[in-house]
């Protein structure tokens, strides 16, 4: 064994820099792969580690009232309570500023699990009390920012002026969405009372935090026994933890699906460096044979060197990935709250290694086997050359090394569902390839005879190289299209947010959106905008928060074609109602039909595409909503599509003008104006009416654009790294090449062809793989991004084919252009010089 | 003793097969030096890739004391190269990973042997090379290739050399002077030598000589020297 050892390592240290696209590849893949899953450990459990301090309680009761004292009583019998009303509205400051904030009001109880650290160091009380004539505030340090505050400043909150007296540095139970849903500004109750926010028609949870040693499910049990028949939502910090893991779990799969991605596009350049580097081999495990080595001693050299190369690149793939995830652990911990476990980190970023490790041997298994077919008899004839014959055993050993990577993948992968859809397109993409790869080397092959080209020496050479046995088409095709495939989808996503953000929203959205009008606001609001010059136009609308209690006459609860998850989102859900009058989100009805008739026994309604399907509605379906203690019945007319990006208000129905009467406390306004208009009709609204959530159409594009900015480097770091690894492949592929192209350019130059006529061939040959390669990239690249652009993200898709031809075209192009002029310059060799180096 | 009965081989051409070797007898007793002499395409090298166990004939037996390697296995053939059997080969074929002492030692190191690069050395310095023990093949000259080739097929005191056209890659002068080398090292191995060449001269310096022709083959008594 020793010998061995020896053997391989000597061998792999005269192999000099031969083999770097293989560590490249192994080391890319399972630094990705040990980045996202190690990310994903690191997060899942650092954020669920207790999540009794996400939830804030071990049970909470979600009511948008205040629950009466008989139910509190119940509930302090059965342990600890605390209480944290919540309410959105804006935040002024003196300069003139306002940001949407949510406030929340606890008690002195508050918070029953974790800590709350404040800066100046107090306690809440002191933070929120009344001193100096004023009430404190405790502020999230994204507003302090935003909003350039600092303590002992002055804001105003509805009709009060508050001081900031501390910054919020760890909340134990802050929202995860709090960043975009308005941030956490802390603040007594009384205070709350005295900013005159609370009032008929305001929104304002209230969350009722229980601690118990009773099982959870049992309280909860008990709670809906001792209270039947109420709206109020028991939620569970199982339930909350089960939720936030299933979506980490989505997201991690995506993620993870991207480094195996990876991974499996460089186990072609691990399949073609090794290959290559074998043939240079050959020689070397013939002369051992013929010593006297035994096959199998043979074998486990070069195992044993794919496993030192593949072990070390995966040690660093794993390392450096490692070394990602914690650095973007630490990122998403100064934003949400969570404690990083770095004791869970060592799992993944082994797994990854593992991956790394069966990966390459799965690659290099049937090279080595080929290689080892050489016949040492060879060597007294001249030159050594593999046998024909591909040997089964190692074939059955990379297909076993095949089945545990795809039962790891299905393993590792947090939401199965998504890993075997992995695996069953990675299987479907393969197939398809094949098909693809044997149409064109049987078409490649039948115009090889073309009368056409019989003057065309250099074309029918081109086609000759696509069809002949071991052509790079389908290395080619599947690392450089797959790469380009994820390209293209990547461009034309990006380019559809860019053009919708660019050029769709200004021209068509209001200047200022408001929500939460207060009915009998609806005319000072309108008045003081009126006032304003250069308002163009005030569309107003109600909004109706509900339940649907009943599909069809059955409770939503009870509903058969649901699992149970789906019946408790659809039970749970709010669902926005309005009125059709203005059409005023602009939606598009993508079934049925507006209706011009008044309300007759039956409500009209038009319902959201997305939630029709969640809860499989059709047109015709009876649809019962409760809005406060009252039941609305309806029939599905219509089905619309929200706008995407552009949708304001969010409807999720929308039903026949006057259904509402009676229900409405709440209305939603776009106003028309210049944005420097806006800004005064946001002061404007703010003192007159503070409750009034007012968002500038300018702040929420510079939000998107700043979301946009970051999914469009996360999209191009995507394709980046996928590119990169393709063309890792495509240098492993031209290396493995490269010998017989100088070779057989060498034997037809000797036989009296011109070099202008070997590198015109060359030119084609790349030109036809660059041209099948954007064919199949734009074709497959489409189909995956029409119709997430049309039918999930509801952004217009026009021209868009005309991009991913552009990008998949210039990408191929240049690579492969890249390509053959480096083959070209080998070529320009002496090939007197090449013929010797050839024998 | 190496004993070759009614040995035949042949070789598919496309839908025909050539008879190679057509009935080939001979046998060499311990310690002979033996040449195989015959023009291109008689057979030759054949009948070497044959003694070493690398093909398997269509039909005889080759026995090397009484055991028929035509009937050994894969792992036993190796087995009889590694412990009996020194090859010289034209192009050399050295491990170009490998420094000439490593090459020279490859044999007793795949054999576990012990200190194989003592042994190695030494018999490097008898072929000159001391001084090159630890060069790469790339650096040396065809004619030192060669020479390690040449203690590598020694190094392990093989019962049997088999001799490619030792020279057949070289100039004449570098030529007669590596025969010098494989003949006094075999000389002092007290090895079984049996030599394909073309070169007469060379022929001239075995004990015993055999012309390859049709398929057969037929002792020379004119150009071996005498025993």
Redesign the interface.
């Known amino acids: 064994m020793r010998f061995l050892l020896d053997f391989a390592w000597q061998d792999l240290r005269a192999s000099g820099r031969s083999l770097w696209v293989f560590c490249a590849c192994v080391f890319l893949g399972v630094a990705l792969v040990a980045a996202t899953g190690g990310l994903y450990r690191l997060i899942n459990q650092g954020l669920l580690a207790d999540t009794r301090q996400l939830l804030g309680g071990d049970v909470e009761v979600d009511a948008d009232e205040p629950l009466p004292e008989t139910v509190m009583d119940w509930m302090r019998e059965r342990g600890d309570v605390s209480v944290v009303m919540e309410l959105d509205t804006m935040l002024g400051t003196d300069a003139g500023d306002f940001l949407r904030v949510e406030l929340q009001a606890m008690d002195a109880a508050y918070p029953l699990y974790g800590k709350l650290v404040l800066q100046p160091e107090m306690t809440l009380g002191e933070a929120t009390g009344f001193a100096d004539g004023h009430w404190g505030i405790a502020l999230d340090p994204v507003l302090t920012e935003n909003l350039g505050l600092t303590v002992g400043d002055e804001v105003y909150v509805g009709s009060l002026a508050m001081r900031v007296r501390a910054l919020v540095l760890q909340q134990p139970d802050r929202a995860l969405n709090a960043e975009w849903r308005g941030a956490p500004v802390l603040l007594s109750d009384a205070a709350l009372r005295e900013t005159g926010l609370v009032q008929a028609g305001s929104v304002v949870d209230y969350d009722y935090r229980v601690r118990t040693s009773l099982p959870t499910n049992d309280w909860r049990r008990q709670f809906y026994a001792a209270f039947p028949g109420e709206a109020w939502e028991v939620r569970s910090f199982e339930s909350r933890g089960r939720r936030i893991a299933e979506r980490l779990d989505q997201l991690a799969s995506g993620l993870l699906i991207i480094g195996f991605s990876t991974l499996f596009i460089g186990g072609l350049g691990v399949f073609n460096s090794i290959q290559a580097y074998l043939q240079s081999k050959l020689k070397t495990i013939a002369t051992l044979r013929a010593l006297g080595l035994r096959r199998r001693r043979l074998a486990a050299i070069y195992l044993l060197e794919v496993g030192i190369m593949s072990g070390a690149s995966s040690l660093a793939g794993a390392l450096i990935g490692g070394g990602l995830a914690l650095a973007g652990a630490a990122t998403v911990a100064a934003e949400l709250p969570m404690v990083t476990a770095f004791g869970s980190l060592p799992v993944p970023v082994l797994i990854a290694a593992a991956f790394g490790l069966l990966t390459a041997y799965a690659f290099a298994f049937p090279a080595i086997g080929r290689a080892l077919t050489v016949d040492p008899a060879t060597l007294f004839r001249g030159t050594a050359a593999e046998s024909a014959h591909r040997p089964a055993r190692w074939w059955l050993a990379s297909l076993a090394c095949g089945t545990i990577i795809i039962a790891l993948v299905l393993l590792v992968l947090p939401d199965t569902l998504f890993g075997a859809g992995f695996v069953l397109t990675v299987g479907l993409l393969l197939l398809l390839l094949d098909l693809v790869v044997r149409g064109i080397r049987g078409g490649a092959k039948r115009l090889d005879d073309h009368p056409a080209l019989t003057r065309r020496f250099d074309l029918r050479l081109a086609l000759a190289n696509l069809h002949r046995p071991g052509t790079p088409l389908r290395a080619t095709l599947l690392s450089l299209g797959s790469a380009l495939t994820l390209l293209v989808a990547c461009a034309m996503v990006v380019t559809s947010l860019v053009r919708t953000i660019n050029e769709t929203v200004p021209e068509e959205s209001p200047a200022l959106v408001l929500y939460d009008i207060i009915g009998d606001q609806l005319d000072s609001v309108a008045a003081a905008l009126q006032q304003l010059p250069g308002v163009v136009r005030l569309d107003t609308t109600p909004l109706v928060r509900s339940r649907i209690v009943a599909v069809n006459g059955q409770a939503t609860s009870e509903l058969g074609h649901l699992n149970r998850a789906q019946r408790r989102d659809a039970s749970q859900d709010n669902y926005d109602l309005s009125y059709s009058a203005n059409n005023i989100d602009d939606v598009t009805l993508f079934a049925g039909e507006w209706w011009d008739d008044p309300v007759e026994d039956v409500a009209r309604l038009a319902i959201e595409d997305r939630e029709a399907e969640q809860l499989g509605l059709q047109l015709g379906d009876l649809v019962t909503f409760g809005i406060a203690g009252h039941r609305l019945e309806t029939r599905i007319e219509a089905i619309f599509s929200q706008r995407g990006v552009q949708t304001r208000f969010w409807f999720e129905g929308i039903v026949s003008d006057g259904a509402l009467d009676g229900l409405v406390h709440r209305h939603v306004g776009a106003a028309y104006m210049d944005d420097a208009v806006a800004i005064d009709a946001q002061r404007r609204i703010g003192q007159i009416a503070p409750n009034v959530i007012t968002v500038r159409t300018a702040t929420l594009l510079a939000t998107a654009r700043d979301i946009l900015g970051k999914a469009v480097a996360g999209l191009a770091v995507v394709a980046g790294v996928s590119l990169l690894a393709s063309v890792l492949v495509l240098i492993s592929v031209m290396a493995a090449g490269r010998s017989r192209q100088i070779y057989d350019a060498t034997v037809l130059h000797s036989l009296g062809t011109r070099m202008a006529a070997i590198r015109r061939s060359l030119l084609l040959e790349y030109a036809l793989l660059a041209l099948i390669t954007t064919t199949f990239a734009v074709l497959l690249g489409s189909a995956i991004a029409l119709p997430l652009l049309s039918m999930r993200l509801k952004l217009p898709t026009d021209d868009l084919l005309l991009v991913g031809l552009t990008t998949a075209a210039v990408v191929s192009g240049v690579s492969l252009h890249l390509g053959a002029r480096y083959l070209l310059r080998r070529l320009q060799v002496w090939p007197a010089i090449l013929l010797r180096g050839a024998n | 003793m190496i004993e070759i009965r009614d040995l035949h081989m042949s070789y598919p051409v496309e839908s025909a097969s050539i008879d190679v070797l057509a009935g080939v007898d001979m046998t060499i007793a311990d310690g002979e030096t033996v040449a195989i002499i015959g023009p291109s395409g008689s057979g030759k ?1 054949t009948l ?2 044959l003694l ?1 166990g ?2 398997r004939p269509d039909a005889g037996c080759i026995e090397f004391d009484g055991v028929d390697i035509t009937e050994l296995d ?2 036993a053939l ?6 009996r ?1 020194g ?1 010289v ?3 050399f ?6 420094t000439a002492l ?1 090459n020279v030692a ?2 007793i ?4 042997g012990d200190q194989a690069r003592e042994r190695a050395l030494r018999l490097l310095a008898r072929a000159g090379l001391a001084d090159r023990a630890n060069h ?1 093949p790339s650096q040396l000259s065809g004619g030192e290739q060669q020479r390690v080739a040449i203690a ?1 097929a020694l190094v392990h005191s093989p019962d049997i050399v088999l001799a ?1 056209e030792p020279t057949g890659n070289l100039d004449l002068r570098t030529g007669a002077n590596i025969i010098d080398i494989l003949f006094r090292l075999n000389a002092e191995s007290g090895s079984t030598l049996i030599m394909v060449t073309h070169d007469n001269e060379i022929a001239r310096r075995c004990q015993r000589a055999f012309r390859l022709n049709d398929g057969r083959l037929i002792e020379d008594e004119d150009h071996a020297i005498s025993a």
């Not at chain 2, 190796?78 to 412990?83: E, G, H, K, P, T």
């Not at chain 2, 074929?93 to 490998?98: A, G, I, K, M, N």
């Not at chain 2, 190191?109 to 576990?112: R, S, Y």
């Open positions: 090298t070497l890739v070493a690398l093909e894969g792992d190796a087995d009889i190269r590694r412990d059997v090859i080969f034209q192009s074929h050295l491990v170009p990973s490998l490593g490859l044999p190191e795949i054999a576990g790469y590598r490619d």
